[in-house]
DNA sequence: GCTGAAACGTCGGAGCT
DNA sequence: AGCTCCGACGTTTCAGC
């Protein structure tokens, strides 16, 4: 993980479509160097894979929200089985602190917001945020500081 | 928005870099009505971006986390400006609910997620939920269900 | 990590349904 | 209007160094 390591994440971190040619060309290197490095990040799991990201209200999902809960130890494997089948549900992270999980989801409209709400909490009391906005849109990971 | 549209946004959700060629393969289109598509789709706004998922774990980032905080209306410019210069915050969110904005954050240590906690609650209350496992993997959009 | 050549993918224009 | 076909060009891949 040196420099052009972290250069190439930004890269495709801001343009995951970029060609390989031009990779090579921004960090200065031949197109099969770039390449190879490409496919380490690939293999040591540091690049997940590349995704498109999707804007939700463009898409006809015009709510988003984060739901904090808190489930009981015995309930958890259960819920995460429904979390499964539920696929307005986007993401959720199993957290320390007073909640057990926080899901991150969309919704065409608030009833359906309400429905998902209802079949969420029957495994325990959820506090639900609505997003209204985004003031800090997802950014890129750097390279961390060296001296930290 | 057809079907084939949607099939394109789960493609691309799935695997960014795949060619047009393999896309049209896929939807059982040509090449340019494919490349259309997708170009319409940016053009929509409904693709805002190509972006590599990178695994902070792996890239030297040993915790991330979620921060609640709820801060004064009046310190709100300045908190912004704040969370804008700290790298390590990758997504900030404005929501209803008890808290006034919902952050994502990473930290290469215990000692380095304290001393950002430090700066963010000079502009008011939070609270931390640090991030042990992830269940639910950040997952695509899909199309909403006709009927609700 | 670099070069070169073949295979493959991309992008435009003209013509078709 | 959207799709298909085709040719020129750019990109990827793999060999050998």
């Known amino acids: 993980m040196d420099e052009l390591d972290w250069k190439l994440l930004s890269?495709?971190?801001?343009?995951?479509?970029?060609?390989?040619?031009?990779?090579?060309?921004?960090?200065?290197?031949?197109?099969?160097?770039?390449?190879?490095?490409?496919?380490?990040?690939?293999?040591?799991?540091?690049i997940e894979g590349y995704v498109a990201k999707v804007n939700a209200v463009a898409a006809g999902y015009a709510v988003s929200a984060l739901i904090a809960i808190t489930v009981p130890q015995p309930a958890k494997v259960k819920?995460?089985?429904?979390?499964?089948?539920?696929?307005?549900?986007?993401?959720c992270h199993?957290?320390?602190?007073?909640?057990?999980?926080?899901?991150?989801?969309?919704?065409v409209s608030m009833a359906s917001l309400e429905r998902l709400i209802e079949q969420i909490n029957l495994y325990g009391e959820t506090r639900t945020s609505i997003v209204m906005s985004t003031p800090l849109p997802p950014r890129a990971l750097k390279q961390p500081p060296a001296s930290k």
Chains 1, 2 share one sequence.
Request: hydrophobic share 45%.
């Open 79 to 91: 819920f995460l089985k429904l979390l499964d089948t539920i696929p307005q549900i986007l993401e």
């Open 94 to 107: 199993h957290v320390t602190g007073a909640d057990s999980y926080i899901i991150r989801l969309v919704a």
């Open 11 to 46: 890269l495709l971190q801001d343009n995951a479509r970029m060609t390989y040619t031009e990779l090579a060309r921004q960090i200065h290197l031949s197109v099969p160097a770039a390449t190879e490095r490409v496919k380490r990040l690939e293999d040591a799991g540091i």
